[in-house]
């Protein structure tokens, strides 16, 4: 009979909790923001996550850049922005947030439940500029490739609070990859390398993307050798399309969510063009479904009206799925 397993470590001078059902491993350390540090599938040994090959686990400051301090590689949450940027509205008007939102420089909380083999794992997190409490919730269970993840956040104030949020794992890439997404999603940018990568801004099919080198279109859909990179966040998703799949010759991951709860779906593509610390550009996908017009909460309520908005204490949630396959 499988079993489904917690074991505690250290690493880099850090609590780092190992989760195993058999067939899926994942590694999280809380004192990162709970980062998910590892996801691996033991039937052919692939880790999932990337990891950046330069910067070491360290506290950042939530002050710093997380681009070129912090972008360790894993799993990471943005809430309540993904770009820097000040808060838009009364009564918190002018606060500052942060380069990826106020979660990843916290050391969360953590707790861990166990039952009839399954295993819950809890983190916990309080908003510093503005007042909210946000929560995840892994839950594994033997024998189970699949993760499922609860989110919440509450509004602990009397006012309106808006955000927006994206779930925000690395992944490892390679060549000869596929990613696939629903045909029927549109998508705006963010931002290319090159700046002019593309001739369209919005409404854009991934399978056909007006690009200025109509060549590079097999490149980035199939992840081959291209030297270029781009951030694109969908328009609001139709029911059926809470889903993604990143998918390699022994195996595929894939994700699925209820887009009542995550409308939309976000992706940084990078296919060695880009390095936060300036280092030798890297490849890997950020594949992120997502709340609101990404990468600034401002943007979202001032430029996009596309967010959300917790009313005077209520609360919100969702859920998240992955699945590892194998061939």
Known sequence: MSHVSLTRTIAAGLDTYQANTGPLSLELIPALGG?????RDARNGREWLWRHPRLPYRRVAATASYTAEADTGGWDECFPTVAPCLYPAAPWQGAALPDHGELWAQAATFDVAERDNRLS???GWQGVALPYSFTRTLHLAAGSHRLRVDYSVANQSDSPL????CVHPLLA???GMVLELPPEVRFNVWS???ADLLTGTQGLDFAALPLTNPGLQTAITNLHPAGVAL??????LPPEAGWATLRASDGALTMRWDVAALPQVAFWLNLAAW???GGAPYWNLGLEPCVGAQDSLADAVSMHQLHATLPPHGVNSW???VELSSV
């Not at 951030?231 to 609001?236: A, E, F, N």
């Open 35 to 39: 980062k998910i540090s590892s996801l």
């Open 121 to 123: 794992l809890t983190t």
């Open 162 to 165: 808006h955000f927006i949020c």
């Open 173 to 175: 890439l390679e060549p």
């Open 192 to 194: 290319t390398i090159p």
């Open 231 to 236: 951030k694109l966040w969908s328009d609001l």
């Open 275 to 277: 390095a936060g610390d």
């Open 319 to 321: 859920w998240f799925e």
